[in-house]
């Protein structure tokens, strides 16, 4: 799903007072930090990611990645990635169902 400037700016007031959920670490974007971003964002539709100071990924990196694996990159903050991606499960599209109507 592609977002516009509107949806984007409506998703990063939403983010705003969200905490960083997933952590990526010494170990980078490992399967295992992919597998849970993943899980996350099926449940929430919408996470903030935070790269600690002992990682050697960069912001761009992370986001390059996470588009590739199909989530949309709402924002970047310093060290914070902001994600969203619409949910498989139809109980989880709270924020999506807002989104689409903007």
């Known amino acids: ?3 516009t400037s ?3 700016s409506f998703l990063k007031s939403e983010a705003h007072h ?3 959920i ?3 670490g010494k170990n980078g974007m490992n399967n295992e930090v992919k597998t849970s971003i993943r899980n996350v ?3 929430r539709e919408l996470i903030k990611i935070s790269l600690l100071q002992n990682t050697d990924e960069t912001v761009e990196d992370v986001a390059d990645a996470l588009e590739e694996m199909g989530f949309n990159v709402v924002q ?6 902001v994600v969203f991606k619409v949910s498989d499960r139809k109980e989880n599209r709270k924020i999506s169902a807002k989104v689409k109507a903007i």
């Open 6 to 8: 509107k949806q984007k």
């Open 22 to 24: 997933v952590q990526i």
């Open 18 to 20: 969200l905490s960083p």
């Open 76 to 81: 970047k903050i310093g060290r914070i990635v």
């Open 41 to 43: 964002l099926d449940a």
């Open 1 to 3: 799903m592609e977002l």
